[in-house]
């Protein structure tokens, strides 16, 4: 079992930044990837970035140049890193794991970005 929880999230004004932690805990052997989705109000759950225990990332194409996805899965943690925010990207931020080829979610933490 993984129990995984997302901190950072919170209130930015355009054009700024946030950074969102994850870490997982629980009885598990490893962990093959970890990473970031999204659910903006209205709408479905989307991939934002993915970290990889290769050390590989992926991002969602319209996300590239201003989102950074980073971590050490071998420690259970991922980061993601926002910059030049925008107020489309005001979301439910949701922390994953895949382990075993199961996906394991956090509870989100919400991003809001408003002047």
């Known amino acids: 079992q993984v129990q995984l929880v997302e901190s950072g999230g919170g209130l930015v004004q355009p054009g700024g930044s946030l950074r969102l932690s994850c870490a997982a805990s629980g009885t598990f052997s490893s962990i093959s990837a970890m990473g970031w989705y999204r659910q903006a109000p209205g709408k479905g759950r989307l991939m934002v970035a993915t970290?990889?225990?290769?050390?590989?990332?992926n991002y969602a194409d319209s996300l590239k140049g201003r989102f950074t996805v980073s971590g050490d899965v071998a420690k259970n943690t991922v980061y993601l890193q926002m910059t030049s925010l925008k107020p489309e990207d005001t979301a439910v931020y949701y922390c994953y794991a895949v382990l075993l080829g199961r996906m394991y979610w956090g509870p989100g933490t919400r991003v809001t970005v408003s002047s």
């Open positions: 970290f990889t225990a290769f050390g590989t990332t």
